[in-house]
């Protein structure tokens, strides 16, 4: 399952068919000039909305969205994130190298990759994709 809710400042054509191949479905087609990623009943859902003073009061502060600004490569990254496999996830080590899995099992993609370490990667972090995305 996804395990982070964001928003992005913005909202293209390209970043709702990114979000579908990521495995979210539209939850209500609304015009917007934004999208936010969450989970409800068990399904991962996306809703375009319009960032107005009652959203900025009222919703921001009291869900847990991660807010990405305007970086997509950040929303997407965030959105990705999830508990039961790893595939679209971005991974790390030590020596600073950052690359997406493109496996389900993300230990075989950090012992057959050749450029990560196998003793120090791990699946990145919100904060370490936030400080990576936001460079």
Same mark, same amino acid.
């Given at each position: 399952m996804f395990t982070e809710s964001c928003f992005i400042r913005k909202n293209t054509p390209e970043l709702r068919e990114s979000l579908e191949k990521l495995?979210?479905?539209?939850?209500?087609?609304? &015009?917007?000039? &934004? /999208?936010? +990623? #969450?989970?409800?009943?068990n399904k991962a859902e996306y809703m375009n909305f319009t960032i107005d003073e009652d959203f900025e009061v009222n919703i921001k502060d009291s869900f847990p969205f991660i807010d990405c600004g305007e970086?997509?490569? =950040? #929303?997407? &990254? /965030? $959105? $990705? =994130?999830?508990?039961? +496999?790893? /595939?679209?996830?971005w991974y790390t080590d030590k020596s600073g190298q950052w690359h997406k899995c493109n496996l389900n099992e993300g230990w075989k993609f950090i012992y057959f990759h050749p450029v990560l370490s196998p003793v120090n990667a791990h699946k990145a972090t919100v904060k370490e994709l936030i400080k990576h995305f936001q460079k």
């Open positions: 495995g979210y479905k539209s939850h209500v087609p609304v &015009a917007g000039d &934004a /999208i936010c +990623t #969450f989970m409800r009943d970086n997509e490569d =950040l #929303f997407l &990254a /965030i $959105a $990705a =994130l999830r508990d039961d +496999t790893d /595939i679209h996830q």
